[in-house]
């Protein structure tokens, strides 16, 4: 029960983290969930993503596949591009021969190797955020390293925004 208890607190916390509180302050890119200051934007309720240059969307919304079974893809508001990598392979995902799995087109914004990658948007991921092929080069092609990142539940975000006003 404690650990029940402790994750609904760490959850509010969450929604009004200083962050979560900032991102609110700011406009919503029409058609996303997000606010104007983000570079890329995922919804993880519809399972899509966008690519953001000073609020507008310049691609999107694409399909993508989140985290599932117990390694969700975690929620933010300020996550940054920290590591961008074209054809790196991960030492934590296995292909069913046991060879490390390829992450083409990385770009890692969370820590615990959380990133946008090229891999199936029908399948769900250990946290990453799958994207077909030509989106996750086209990823990799727009976002450098330091740019915001936001990651966010819809219906959430919008009961948030409501609740400010």
Known sequence: MFLLVSAVLAGEAWA??????????????????????????????????????DGTVIRGPVAIASGGNG????????LRVYRKEKDHVSQESRLPNGDPAPMPW????????????SGS???SSAGC?????????AWFDYLQI??????????????ARAQQQ
């Open 16 to 53: 009004d983290s200083p962050a979560a509180q900032a991102a609110r302050a700011q406009p919503l890119v029409p058609d996303t969930p997000c606010s104007i200051t983000a570079k890329s934007c995922v919804d993880l309720d519809s399972q899509r993503a966008w690519l953001i240059q």
């Open 71 to 78: 390694e969700e893809t975690p929620v933010g508001h300020s």
């Open 106 to 117: 990385s770009v890692f914004f969370e820590d615990g190797g959380i990133a946008f990658h």
């Open 121 to 123: 948007p029908a399948r």
């Open 129 to 137: 955020i799958h994207l077909e092929p030509v989106d996750a080069e």
């Open 146 to 159: 330091g740019d915001q990142i936001q990651v966010v539940k819809a219906s959430e975000e919008q009961a």
